[in-house]
């Protein structure tokens, strides 16, 4: 009978500590928060952490400090999959030393705000992040030993609010695609039950008429690569646009489907530019000019303002543009 190897051991701060060549309190701040410390001495510490893989032990801080380590993300039942911005507002825990669980609630906002008092009131969290609003009317009823930030970014099903609303990049689009020389435009709009797809409709219309160009009309799509294609297919031969704002990329691949059916070539006869920079759409052909969006940033710097609210510390926020347009192959100037 062969005797099982005894459990390996965790490593400890103080070997943490050793490799990276700093002292224990050192490390020890480094889990607290990382501002304040130098790079170099950051890099040291990061290179240590992931050479042992170490974990913070969040039993026993929370015993010698009474703190737990641990946060929650309450978010409402997931329509769709919202992994970048959870690993943007993951890793910022991380970084400050923090364990984060994700609460998925179904229901609108009163059962939300009862969820997220739940949450509070057990003891067992440093602080809860809502990604979706709740009642303003539980000031009074708040448990001190938790801390609540709400980063209103959706609604009760999952649709982008807020931030996440914001359509300039459209107009952005529309300005080049007119310098390029086009004239005649058409745009396939989303699920207009999103008020980032009224946004994007309302911006066009504005960007179209302040230019003096041709809108030959808004198509009420949903957010389908169906809708997209259909778009195109039920054009008469003598009003096709000479670009074509897509309200996300899977509309505009659509288009681009619907544009080769009728024999048409993307870009030298037809532009086209999407929304939201899916990974494929760089290996289209041609690869489709879109609209970024660093939902990486976005949640890292709401978990930043729930960090902030426990300690004090502000680590270092996300930087870049909410919204950035990547200009790529299916955009050219319209045919002579």
Known sequence: ????????????????????????????????????LKPATLARIDAAVRELDYRPNLI????????????????????????????????AAHEAGFAVEVVSVEGGA????????????????EGILAL???????????????????SADFDDAMRGIGELTDAAPVDEIVEHLAALGHRRFLHVAGDLQFASARARKATYLE???????????????????DSGAAAIRMRAAGRMPTAVVAANDLVAAGVIRGAKDRGLEVPR????????NLEVCRYLPPALTTVHVDLEGLGRNAMLRLIKAINGSEPEPSRQPLNTVIWRESVAPPPA
């Open 207 to 225: 960007a179209v008429d302040r230019l003096g160009l041709e809108s030959l009309g808004v198509f009420d799509g949903d957010w389908s690569g």
């Open 60 to 91: 026993a801080r929370s015993m010698r400090t009474r703190r737990t380590g641990r946060l929650a993300l309450v978010m409402p039942a997931m329509a769709y999959n919202p992994a970048r911005m959870l690993a943007g507002a993951a890793a």
């Open 269 to 276: 006869d037809l532009s086209v530019t999407g929304w939201d």
């Open 132 to 150: 979706a609003p709740i009642k303003s009317a539980i000031e009074g009823r708040l448990p001190e030993r938790a801390a609540i930030v709400v």
């Open 110 to 125: 009163d059962v939300r705000t009862e969820r997220v008092l739940e949450l509070a009131d057990s003891g067992q969290l």
């Open 1 to 36: 009978m062969t005797q099982s190897s005894p459990p390996a051991r965790r490593p400890t701060i103080k070997q943490v500590a050793h490799l990276a060549g700093v002292s224990h309190q050192t490390v020890s701040r480094y889990l607290r928060s990382r501002e304040g």
